[in-house]
């Protein structure tokens, strides 16, 4: 059995994604962190695998946790 999450949303500035590390270009500002880093540690932790995909202004993460 898999227990599955998946989330999008729609955005308008610049990302930049390295290593499931979400980086936005703000007007005015070097690049600033959305803090992706607890959920990233909790996959790990139980192993599961993690997804980012940025295409045509969407953001989407997948995540999935195998429960057996």
């Given at each position: 059995?898999?227990?599955?999450?998946?989330?999008?949303?729609?955005?308008?500035?610049?990302?930049?994604v390295v290593n499931v590390d979400i980086?936005?270009?703000k007007d005015g500002?070097?690049?600033?962190a959305f803090c992706l880093l607890s959920i990233k540690s909790i996959v790990e932790k139980y192993k599961g695998n993690i997804?980012?995909?940025?295409?045509n202004n969407i953001f989407k993460l997948d995540i999935i946790f195998n429960v057996n």
């Amino acid at each position: 059995s898999f227990f599955y999450i998946h989330m999008e949303n729609k955005y308008k500035v610049i990302l930049n994604v390295v290593n499931v590390d979400i980086f936005t270009k703000k007007d005015g500002h070097n690049y600033h962190a959305f803090c992706l880093l607890s959920i990233k540690s909790i996959v790990e932790k139980y192993k599961g695998n993690i997804s980012i995909d940025t295409k045509n202004n969407i953001f989407k993460l997948d995540i999935i946790f195998n429960v057996n």
